[in-house]
């Protein structure tokens, strides 16, 4: 089994014989053939692997917006077998923040705006939302572009107005698909480092997907995959040499 840790109460995911099925008959296509995975509170973890392999699939799976087809599946120490309907929705909206790799802000709002979005749907008055995205913009070095709308900021900027819009609600985990594929080196490896700081709190861990291979050296754990599987797990210190045992 590719698990990383025994220790239950430090994980933030427990994936066991996870898989997922899409189409039925002719058109059926296996998606994940059973993924063992162990993701730990306190760290960033990587997915790593050829396209096609999984990887996405996996990390919508695991943030809730894919169902598996079968396998068990722990998220914060919660059977997600246990939650449905309203009871999934209000989980993920507490405990699990997304770092697209299209950013995905949208036009008309602000970086403030944007940011404070996740607040706004969950009620939260506008009035209160907006000063708490803007202290956390302020946090990521945004301040000062706040009041911009996305097309006048570059894509490092963009970027950062969305790690700011998953963190807004503090949640425990950040998942992130493919977040640097867009920029260039310099500015990726700026949002890896803010990501870096973010995963190494106690209580959240940051799962990436990535194809990135400039950005393995802010790894603390990285599962390879392969046909569906994760064929190999890995701890590393964060020289992004293997940690001794």
Do not use: W
Not at 144 to 153: D, I, Q, S, T, V
Not at 155 to 173: D, N, S, Y
């Amino acid at each position: 089994m590719n698990a990383m840790t025994n220790d239950a109460d430090s994980l933030a995911v427990e994936c066991r014989g996870v898989t997922k099925e899409f189409g039925r008959g002719e058109s059926r296509s296996l998606v994940l053939r059973g993924v063992d995975l162990d993701v730990r509170l306190g760290g960033m973890t990587m997915l790593v692997g050829p396209s096609g392999s999984g990887k996405t699939t996996l990390l919508s799976v695991i943030s809730g917006l894919l169902d598996r087809t079968a396998g068990s599946l722990r998220v914060l120490g919660v059977d997600a077998d246990g939650l449905r309907g309203e009871q999934r929705i209000l989980f993920r909206r507490r405990n699990v923040g997304f770092v697209f790799q299209e950013y995905n802000l949208l036009p008309a709002l602000t970086a403030a705006e944007n940011a404070a979005v996740p607040l706004l749907a969950s009620g939260v008055r506008r009035k209160d939302a907006l000063p708490r995205a803007r202290a956390l913009l302020e946090t990521l070095g945004m301040g000062p572009r706040a009041g911009a709308l996305p097309r006048h900021l570059s894509g490092g900027q963009q970027q950062r107005v969305a790690i700011a819009r998953a963190l807004i609600h503090e949640p425990r985990l950040l998942v992130c698909d493919e977040p640097t594929a867009a920029l260039d080196g310099e500015t990726g490896h700026a949002v890896m480092r803010l990501l870096s700081g973010i995963a190494v709190q106690p209580g959240r861990a940051v799962l990436v997907v990535t194809h990135d291979s400039r950005v393995f050296d802010f790894a603390d754990a990285m599962a390879f995959m392969d046909d569906g599987r994760v064929v190999r797990t890995e701890k590393r210190s964060r020289r992004g040499e293997p940690a001794l045992a």
